[in-house]
Every structure is written in structure tokens, then in C-alpha cells.
């Protein structure tokens, strides 16, 4: 199919791409055919798996409270440093899909480098796909067919049916820890240790609905998208703080319906706090608006 550019934003153009990525997940499943990834496991995580006892099991005041509390610690913070890991099931195929990079907790904006999934089949390795986050919206390159090298896609976090939680590849740190404000039935498990820092390990779902109402208002508009978007309006978590209460680590289980039922489990690490992270978005000129190739 013959690709038509344009130098002017489209949502048309955006929706396109999005049959394109949106499932980054979906992609991925099927490129690797019946591959087993590397997942992230029960409390695993990117480069960050939880060590130790359950250390001290009282509970540190109200737990709940705790977690609901973690996106204002973050936002006191001011930036960090971040990987991420998804893992997806369907089907008997397993496939995780890693990223890297830094989140402004305060601007609410961030960068990440995503790798996929090396094709088992003997294709080339796929590139990796540059991220960038910022309220209300999604850049990616290197992600669409027919999209030229050197162009940017947009989507508007708001119209995708899942609020950008699992669209691309990485939950937002942002929304992870936004979606925490809807923290409900949450038990404290005890004291461990996240990458070498002792933290408090809290388990409980998230309700999206929920955490759209107080969420910030970067991120209301996508929340509001997947509460509605999701097959489960409860989000399984685990999370765990330190001792400013700020989220070193979150995993979440999405419940996700894109051309049969996805399982996803989403893996946040945060560290370096205080990193300067800088986001600089791309031109006009260079975001791609057009027909994509199929």
C-alpha cells in the first residue's frame, strides 16, 4: 500500500497507527510465536527483584493510605530513573518487553528506550522504539509500518481504550503510580529489599475508576479512557515504598481484551531519584500524519 505523508497532525492518522501498536503487545505475541520469555514473576521485576524476609509485618499506619500516597512522594521527589518490564501471556505464548529511561514526576513527562522481543523465527531483531511521555499524549518512533525513520507518531493517551497503560509497551511510571490513588483492600506483607534499598511491601488491587477521579490532571483523561477500556476494573498490585514513601517498585495485572483476552503483568522500577531528566519533544514537521502501509 502506498504511503501518502503529510507535515500536519491526524487523529485519523493517530487511530491508524494505533491498529498498528496498540499493541505493541499483540505485536510482539505474535512475532514470537510460542516463545517463553523471560517474565517478571511474582514480585520480580526489571533488574530489581525483591530479596528478603518479611522482615517487620506490622504495619506502618494505614496501609492503604500509604499507597494512595505514593504519587504526591513521587511528585516531592521531583525525577528518577526507571525500567520497566511487561510480560504478556495468551494463548501458551509468553513474551516481556523491556524499557529504560527517566520520568519528571513534577512536568508528569518522561522518556523511555523500549526492546522488544527478539523474533525466534530468524527475522531481524526489531528495533527499539523511542518513547516519549507527556500529559494527555504518546510519541513513539521506530513504531509503525509505513511510518519513515525519521518521523514521530502521536496518540492521544485519552482516546486509546486503555489510557496508555499497556498500548506501548510500557506502563507510563506516572500513570503506574496514579493508578495507585484507587488503592483499595490493601494488607501490608512486611519490610524487604528492592535493588539494595529496604522498603515496605504492599499488596491490594486498584480500582481505575477510582484513581481517575483523583488522579492529576495530566493523567485524568487517560485513566478515565481505561477504566473503561479494561475487561477487570480492579488491577491486582503489588508495591513497595521506602521510608520517604516514595514507590520504588510496583507490578500490576492487567486483564486486557485486543483480539482475544491478554494477560499482563506490568513491572515499574523506580531509582536515582533526582536525576535531572530532560524531554525535548519533536517538531511539528516531524510528526507523520498519513495512510499507514498494512
Given at each position: ?191 524487604t529489599e528492592v535493588a ?99
Open positions: 500500500m502506498v504511503v501518502h505523508q503529510h507535515r500536519r497532525r491526524s487523529r485519523r492518522a493517530g487511530e491508524a497507527v494505533l491498529a498498528v501498536c496498540a499493541a505493541v503487545a499483540v505485536a510482539a505475541l505474535s512475532a514470537c510465536g510460542a516463545a517463553s520469555g523471560t517474565g517478571t514473576g511474582p514480585g520480580g521485576g526489571p533488574d530489581g527483584g525483591s530479596r528478603g524476609g518479611s522482615g517487620d509485618d506490622r504495619p506502618p499506619g494505614d496501609p492503604a493510605a500509604a499507597v494512595r500516597g505514593a504519587a504526591d512522594a513521587l511528585t516531592a521527589a521531583g525525577s528518577a530513573r526507571t525500567r520497566t518490564a511487561m510480560e504478556m501471556a495468551t494463548g501458551g505464548t509468553r513474551v516481556t518487553i523491556r524499557g529504560e529511561g527517566g520520568v519528571d514526576f513534577r512536568k508528569r513527562m518522561g522518556q523511555l528506550l523500549v526492546m522488544l522481543p527478539a523474533d525466534v523465527k530468524g527475522q531481524p531483531e526489531h528495533r527499539p522504539i523511542t518513547e516519549l511521555l507527556v500529559p494527555g499524549a504518546l510519541y513513539m518512533k521506530n513504531r509503525g509500518a509505513g511510518v519513515p525513520d525519521d518521523k514521530w507518531v502521536r496518540l492521544d493517551t485519552a482516546a486509546l481504550s486503555d489510557g496508555n497503560l499497556v498500548t506501548g509497551g510500557a506502563t507510563d511510571p506516572v500513570a503506574a503510580a496514579e493508578l495507585l490513588r484507587g488503592a483499595q483492600e490493601v494488607t501490608y506483607v512486611g519490610e539494595g534499598t529496604r522498603v515496605r511491601h504492599y499488596r491490594g488491587t486498584a480500582d481505575i475508576a477510582r484513581a481517575a477521579k483523583s488522579a492529576s490532571p495530566g493523567v485524568k483523561g487517560a485513566l478515565e479512557a481505561a477504566a473503561k477500556g479494561f475487561s477487570k476494573d480492579s488491577v491486582p498490585f503489588d508495591a513497595y515504598l521506602d521510608e520517604e514513601g516514595r514507590l520504588r517498585k510496583v507490578q500490576h495485572r492487567f486483564t486486557y481484551a485486543k483480539n482475544g483476552v491478554i494477560d499482563v503483568s506490568s513491572t515499574t522500577l523506580l531509582y536515582g531519584f533526582g536525576t535531572p531528566v530532560t524531554v525535548v519533544l519533536p517538531a511539528s514537521g516531524d510528526i507523520f500524519a498519513g495512510k499507514i502501509a498494512e
